[in-house]
């Protein structure tokens, strides 16, 4: 009996990969954004002035990373990529993410996420509409 249970409690914990392993976003709801060097994952709030867009980015079992100082950076972009509504890098990485909140977003605007390796980094045309993002 000793056996079986020891054998079938292995045979589980060999199904079941860590939620790191999984790269699953953090607790709550988020919309999968894009994947580069990292995993990009987003969710918005109503607040007063519009739209509070949340971030993380998951480090994906690069720790490299955080020595070299490397982070994400964030964008938020309407009409063009030169009209930025709100932008962030940061390299604060908890838990294996970092997070950031973006402001004043609207629904027809767009949300540009990656990896921040060379300096400042620039919005894509091709960003994320804050229309299609879970609700926080």
Known sequence: MTTRLLAAASVAALLCPTTA????PPD???TYIRKDHFKHY????KGKDGFTVKTATF????????????????????????R???ERT??????DYV??????????????????YYGPA??????????RLTRC
């Open 21 to 24: 392993a999984m790269a699953n």
């Open 28 to 30: 709550g709801d988020w």
């Open 42 to 45: 987003a969710c918005k709030q």
């Open 59 to 82: 480090l994906n079992g690069d720790a490299k990373a955080i020595e070299l100082g490397i982070g994400a950076y964030t964008a938020l972009a309407r009409s063009s990529n030169k």
């Open 84 to 86: 930025l509504i709100d």
């Open 90 to 95: 940061s390299t604060a990485w908890r838990n």
């Open 99 to 116: 997070k950031t909140t973006l402001r004043g977003a609207e629904a027809s605007d767009r949300l540009w996420m990656q990896g921040a």
């Open 122 to 131: 620039e919005p894509w045309s091709d960003g994320f509409s804050v229309r």
